[in-house]
């Protein structure tokens, strides 16, 4: 892996950038510069920067109301804590009065692995884009990671985007083409079947279009960095010209960006649907790159799964 | 304050206890205790301390306030309305279909700075107000009403902590003390006191006063601000008051009164407010 940089880092680097030039940039944070990575915000932006302690529901409602006063708000915290604890200050405070938060959740889903439940979050997805209005994300690489946060520095919107901890490979080679709001990124082609994935599943997604290649079978695959609102066109071409689709996404199989799919291919034009994530279960302790092995959620094993479908409904 | 200004924020809250209960008494719902025994409170701010234009609801220098007990929206709305932040005609709306006049705050209507509702949110949002006023060096100053029930809330105390850390002595918080929450006796329910000195272990400016003496509101408003501190006024209220049936009665909560009991508390008021005019 020749990256080293991971996502939490570059959307760092790149808040420090924007937040030097706009004042009105602040940080909000819960005793988590460190996992963070806020450290330089913190020290060379005193003024932008709120230290609230380990208290989550707090630093939502702060964030709220630093915003009602025309602060762009950036409130960080590890993605379990923030997407649980805070849920009800999201709702209300946020949502429901209009103050446009950017809750930025890190080491999300089951980046802190052999941690525990407690501190994994693999439910985000799914509370968040349920709230009206609330845009939520999950980019698939640093090049994205910058994308998402120019573009939030520069749009007054409420979103929720959860990133990863460790680094994972470039998906993309810039940031000007890795990420255009609302829209999926097609980086893949073929006509059997669409893998459609977000966030650290992107470049497994990738992997395994690159082995089924090898064995004849063309998959378009979908980089869907934004859940909500979701790319309806982009999955609709997915049905319509591929016939089947698969999600891969680390979260559970329950409310999350497959879900979102499912909704929209049901409804205008169903197709087979195959939703890879976490299993209805606690899951079991261990690395990141052990835990995404052992759930299928790797190339090896996607492309399995594809197979298994193509043979089922396909031929 | 003036014998004269004293007498005419008397007669405004009991002329806004008659418009709130007509409102709920028309709704045939509505948070009628704690919206009276609020009333006072909400009427020494609206018409005395806070720096608003209702022309312009908008306005970034404007004072905030945050109604953290969202349930008591009545006698927040008859103030708005009569304040002339929207058409007093338009209380009729309150609870009806596509009325943005709803039972809890709603930004939708002018004046209404924060949707509340669901109880320990308004201080968080009121710390993030001050503390973004503070850094701007802004004179914009935030008050925020809290109940006592409210106060079991986890989230109230991250937020007096933080206050606290924060220096915010641009922040006043009030908690209408009326020992009645929606299942009987505060203390009872939960046991809050001491809450003076609960406050002040948090660093507050703590001022525990009578919440219906209008003198003693004023001066509590009023006081110099102690550099660095938050200011805390814990008024003690009646849930209820101005009703005497419906003082100090947890029933009352969110009580509708019927068509007798509406007339008796109008009665009520009525003669309250020519014995206040008597004393002209």
Redesign the interface.
């Known amino acids: 892996m020749s990256n080293t940089i991971p996502n939490r880092k570059a959307f760092t680097d790149t808040l420090v950038d924007l937040a030097t030039k706009d004042p009105s940039i602040f940080v909000v944070t819960s005793d988590a510069r460190g996992s963070v990575t806020l450290e330089k915000f913190a020290d060379t932006l005193p003024?932008q920067f709120?230290e609230?302690?380990i208290?989550e529901?707090?630093e939502?409602?702060?964030?709220?109301?630093?915003?009602?006063?025309?602060?762009r708000v950036f409130a960080c915290a590890p993605a379990c804590f923030l997407s649980t604890r805070s849920l009800?200050?999201v709702?209300?405070?946020v949502v429901?009065?209009?103050n446009p938060v950017r809750i930025i959740g890190i080491s999300g889903g089951i980046s802190y692995g052999a941690l525990g439940y407690s501190h994994q979050s693999l439910h985000d997805f799914a509370v968040m884009r349920t709230f009206a209005d609330l845009a939520v994300l999950c980019p698939a690489d640093r090049f994205q990671t910058e994308a998402i946060t120019r573009w939030l520095a520069e749009h007054d919107v409420a979103a929720y985007v959860r990133m990863g901890r460790g680094p994972v490979p470039d998906v993309y080679a810039n940031v000007q083409e890795s990420f255009t709001f609302g829209k999926a990124n097609r980086l893949s082609e073929g006509s059997d079947a669409t893998i459609i994935a977000n966030g650290e599943t992107v470049h497994h997604a990738l992997e395994a279009a690159k082995i089924l290649g090898t064995q004849g079978i063309g998959v378009r695959v979908l980089d869907m960095p934004t859940i909500k609102p979701i790319d309806r066109d982009a999955i609709l071409s997915a049905a319509v010209e591929t016939g089947l689709i698969i999600t891969v996404e680390e979260h559970s199989i329950f409310g999350g960006m497959g879900s979102a799919v499912a909704e929209i291919v049901s409804q205008e034009h169903p197709v087979p649907i195959r939703i890879i994530g976490i299993p209805d279960e606690i899951p079991i302790g261990g690395s990141s790159a052990e835990l995404f092995d052992h759930y299928g959620l790797t190339g090896d094993a996607i492309a399995s799964e594809v197979m298994t479908l193509i043979k089922k409904f396909k031929r | 304050m003036t014998h004269a200004e004293l007498q005419a924020l008397r007669l405004k809250s009991t002329s806004l206890r008659k418009a709130l209960l007509g409102m709920i008494y028309r709704a045939k719902t509505g948070h009628t205790g704690g919206s009276l025994s609020s009333v006072d409170i909400l009427t020494v701010l609206y018409y005395h301390v806070l720096r608003i234009d209702p022309k312009h609801p908008k306005d970034?220098n404007r004072d905030r306030f945050i109604m953290s007990k969202g349930h008591s929206v009545e006698a927040l709305y008859v103030i708005l309305a009569d304040k002339g932040f929207f058409p007093l005609e338009e209380l009729k709306t309150f609870s009806k279909f596509d009325s943005r006049l709803i039972g809890h705050p709603s930004?939708k209507v002018p004046g209404v700075?924060?949707?509340?509702?669901?109880l320990?949110?308004g201080?968080?949002?009121?710390?993030?107000?001050?503390?973004?006023?503070q850094?701007?060096r802004s004179a914009v100053r935030v008050f925020c009403l809290m109940g006592d029930g409210e106060q079991a809330e986890?989230?109230v105390w991250?937020?007096a902590?933080?206050a606290s850390?924060f220096k915010l002595d641009n922040l006043t918080a009030i908690i209408d003390r009326n020992r009645l929450q929606i299942s009987g006796n505060t203390e009872t329910v939960m046991k809050l006191d001491s809450l003076q000195e609960k406050w002040e272990a948090f660093g507050w400016d703590v001022h525990t006063v009578d919440g219906h003496d209008f003198s003693a509101l004023t001066e509590a408003f009023g006081a110099p601000q102690v550099l660095g501190k938050p200011r805390m006024i814990i008024a003690e209220t009646l849930k209820g008051k101005g009703v005497s049936y419906m003082q100090d009665n947890a029933k009352w909560h969110h009580g509708v009164p019927d068509d007798q009991q509406y007339h008796l508390a109008l009665e009520e008021l009525e003669s309250y407010m020519q014995e206040v005019r008597g004393h002209e």
């Open positions: 003024g709120v609230v302690g208290a529901q707090n939502i409602g702060i964030a709220a109301g630093l915003a009602s006063f025309g602060k009800e200050q709702k209300v405070d429901y009065s209009q | 970034p930004v700075e924060l949707n509340t509702g669901a320990g949110h201080l968080s949002c009121s710390v993030g107000m001050a503390l973004a006023a850094r701007d986890g989230s991250e937020a902590m933080a850390n």
